[in-house]
């Protein structure tokens, strides 16, 4: 039996982590499964699940899961500093699946206590990659991706020497508006954009796949995770959602990772990593599917593309400003304060302006300068978001 804690366990990836994990219950022994709003699910999934713990990040909504859990002898905790807490129980594998910068400190807590790590944050490697890597490298912490497409390129560098490859190609699907005329964007609503051609998913990264900025935190993830150089990593648009990234090495060969657009490959492979076990999910038919597309991203579409490229170059805390100023653009845009368009150009002016705030690339990242960084590109993304009309 191996123990697990589910960071995040009430949204679209926890969900498909507890479907996977709900037809083993032999395998698994949970610890910890936290939440946010959603306290009826939190409640009813710790139960059915036997955790241990079940904690809210929500402070105000300590007594809702209390009452939710009475009487079950499941512990129960509330607010950002219990989810570290939770995070640091000892366990054999922790999932993150928490959305945004708040799963860096619970997700540094599972690497600082050793273990596995099964990422689907991808904020904590953007936010904070060189402190996440060596934090992993003093533990003797291993992380495994689980975004889809550095899990395909995990699974196509298995058993490879890493300095042959010369080209890593990550997939986009285009997003909501990829076949939209340019210039309808500016215009597009919360709902048009929260709508994805293939993938079912949070409506965060939804709306980030529209603006690809879900694409550029990967490219830095990529870069992060692997250790690439960024001049290595190509993004290709790809409709069908079936190839989720290729690799090439330097004999000319690509390995292609196909398979259906559904997380529980990629939740299911870090779950049984280094294991392949048997996973419920559909096998294509790829005489029906007839034909797989690509081309390259336009980048007057996309400018979220040139935006993470600038920050794969600056390193340091610029990924950290690049995430909050995103998520703050992404708040605003949910809100109806600006519009589809205008999320990336906050982007742009938060970096511009924070680039002498934050200095050059800093050898020695903490998590204080990383969370002050994301605090004050929050802050700045406010003030440029209250001027635009
Ligand atoms: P979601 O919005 O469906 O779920 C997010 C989870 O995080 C929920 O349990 C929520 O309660 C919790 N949460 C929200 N705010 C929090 C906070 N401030 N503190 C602690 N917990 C908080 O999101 P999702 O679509 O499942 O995505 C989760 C992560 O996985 C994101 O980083 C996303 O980029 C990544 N990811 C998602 C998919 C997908 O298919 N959904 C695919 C690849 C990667
Ligand atoms: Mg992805």
Not at 20 to 34: G, K, M, N, Y
């Amino acid at each position: 039996m191996k123990s697990l804690t589910i960071l995040g366990a009430t949204g679209s990836i926890g969900r498909n982590t507890i479907d996977l994990v709900a037809r083993e219950p032999d395998r698994w022994r949970i610890e910890a499964l936290t939440g946010g709003r959603n306290i009826d699910r939190l409640a009813q999934d710790a139960r059915r699940l036997g955790a241990r713990i079940a904690v809210t990040c929500e402070p105000a909504l300590h007594g809702a899961l209390r009452d939710a859990l009475a009487g079950s002898g499941i512990e129960t905790a509330a607010g950002p500093a219990a989810l570290v807490e939770a995070a640091s129980r000892p366990v054999d594998l922790t999932l993150s699946a928490i959305v945004g910068a708040a799963g860096l400190p619970p997700g540094l807590a599972a690497l600082e206590r050793g273990g596995t790590l099964a990422l689907a944050n991808k904020e904590t490697l953007v936010c904070a990659g060189p402190l996440v890597m060596a934090s992993a490298a003093a533990s003797g912490a291993r992380i495994l991706p689980v975004d889809s497409e550095h899990s395909a390129i995990f699974q196509a560098l298995a058993g490879e020497d890493t300095a042959t490859v010369e080209r890593v190609v990550i997939t986009a699907s285009g997003g909501a508006f990829r076949d939209w005329p340019l210039d309808r964007l500016a215009a597009a609503t919360v709902e048009q954009a929260s709508t994805h051609p293939n993938w079912a998913m949070g409506q965060r990264i939804t709306i980030d796949s529209a603006s690809m900025f879900n694409k550029a935190l990967e490219l830095i993830e990529a870069q992060q995770f692997f250790g690439l150089d960024p001049a290595l990593i190509e993004v290709l648009i790809h409709p069908q959602s079936l190839i989720h990234a290729l690799v090439g090495f330097h004999d000319g060969a690509l390995m292609a990772h196909v398979g259906p657009p559904d997380m529980r490959h990629a939740i299911g492979y870090a779950l049984n990593w280094p294991q392949r076990r048997a996973l419920p999910v559909e096998r294509l038919d790829l005489a029906r599917i007839g034909q797989l597309s690509f081309t390259a991203p336009d980048p007057a579409r996309y400018p979220a593309l040139a935006l993470a490229r600038e920050v794969m170059a600056a390193g340091g805390l610029a990924g950290a400003v690049f995430n909050a100023a995103k998520e703050a653009a992404l708040d605003g845009f949910i809100a109806g304060q600006i519009g589809f368009t205008a999320m990336s150009v906050v982007v742009e002016r938060v970096m511009a302006r924070m680039t002498p705030e934050i200095g050059p690339d800093r050898a020695a990242m903490t998590l204080d300068a990383v969370l002050d960084a994301d605090r004050l590109a929050r802050i700045r993304a406010r003030e440029i978001i209250e001027t635009m009309d």
